[in-house]
């Protein structure tokens, strides 16, 4: 239903998640490319700024946060959504466009939308785009394999978690096949930091406490840190998981400041970013918060104060 539906498709919006990761922007390249070669008017649409990693990625420019008048579109594909909401602000307005396809690997999707490819033993939303690009006929040029392999190779977190399946290994294979230069990739990701985010990955390992019984690791993040350090957003990606490699841990949580929102007044919130080693589920911890993400890798915001997070979130390790 799928095919048919995008075959059909005159004026496509793609959509993905606010604080896109590499697997969404991937996603919505490789799709919007493919898309536009069979014809079709594509636009490419994500509410947050790209984080500088990934604007190596050919094509990167195309991702707008201004979509033009919604009337304009058929058919809104969203990528990489556990639910609409996650497209931010424009969510509802999207909803309004006459035909809704949803293309996720999330065990949470809600299964919003007309037309649902949803696939939990996916490593990625890429992984997805690849199948119905293979089924649609189109030809895989180096850009869409340059944004395939980033969407697979990030979050399968470079083949280390659990997700890794032998697709994401053949599907990477085949990419690099068609001139993705996989050390240009991993160097571009990965290899490359700025002095201001080791400073800050200093500032934010300093402040690591870990549980009474050893399974669980907190670090927090503020908004004088990145001032102090001269960072930005950016450079918090990842910052997580270093937290993980701690002998015994089995869940990192990073608890995040965030900017003040316009007309918010003085409340900070907090952006609580939770990874697991495998027995823990931290997509259900962050689903009774509010939030979502996979067993591994999960996240919600909330209002109270850093004190009070850090206590609930201490209080979790007892249950493993
Ligand atoms: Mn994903």
Redesign the pocket.
């Given at each position: 239903m799928i095919l048919k539906s995008l075959k059909e498709s005159r004026r496509l919006l793609l959509v993905t998640h606010v604080r896109p990761?590499g697997?969404?922007i991937g996603s919505i390249l490789a799709l919007g490319r493919g898309l536009s070669l069979m014809g079709k008017t594509v636009r490419l649409y994500n509410e947050s700024p790209i984080p500088a990693i990934f604007r190596f990625l050919p094509g990167i420019e195309q991702i707008v946060s201004d979509p033009g008048p919604l009337s304009d579109y058929d058919t809104a594909v969203a990528l990489?959504c556990s639910d609409l909401s996650r497209v931010g602000g424009l969510a509802d307005a999207v909803s309004r466009i006459p035909t809704l396809i949803n293309i996720d690997?999330?065990l949470t999707n809600t299964g919003f939308g007309a037309h649902q490819m949803i696939d939990p033993a996916a490593s990625?939303?890429g992984e997805l785009v690849y199948q119905i690009l293979m089924d649609l006929g189109i030809a895989i040029d180096s850009a869409m394999a340059y944004a395939i392999y980033t969407a697979i190779f990030t979050?399968t977190g470079s083949f280390l978690f659990q997700n890794t399946n032998p697709k994401a290994f053949y599907i990477c294979g085949r990419m690099v096949e068609l001139g993705v230069n996989s050390y240009t990739v991993a160097q571009k990701l990965f290899a490359t930091y700025s002095l201001g985010r080791l400073k800050l990955l200093n500032m934010v390992l300093d402040t690591i406490q870990i549980s009474r019984n050893g399974k669980l690791s907190v670090m927090y993040l503020t908004q004088e840190m990145l001032r102090e350090t001269e960072t930005s957003v950016d450079d918090i990606n990842g910052l997580v998981n270093y937290a993980k490699h701690i002998e015994d841990v089995q869940v990192a949580v990073l608890i995040q400041e965030s900017q003040r929102l316009p007309g918010g007044g003085d409340r900070s919130h907090y952006h609580v970013s939770l990874r697991s080693n495998g027995p823990v589920d931290v997509a259900a911890i962050a689903e009774s918060y509010g939030g979502g993400g996979h067993s591994g890798a999960a996240a919600y915001t909330t209002y109270t104060s850093l004190a009070e997070i850090k206590k609930n979130v201490f209080r979790l390790s007892d249950i493993f």
């Open positions: 990761d697997d969404a990489d690997h999330h990625s939303t979050d």
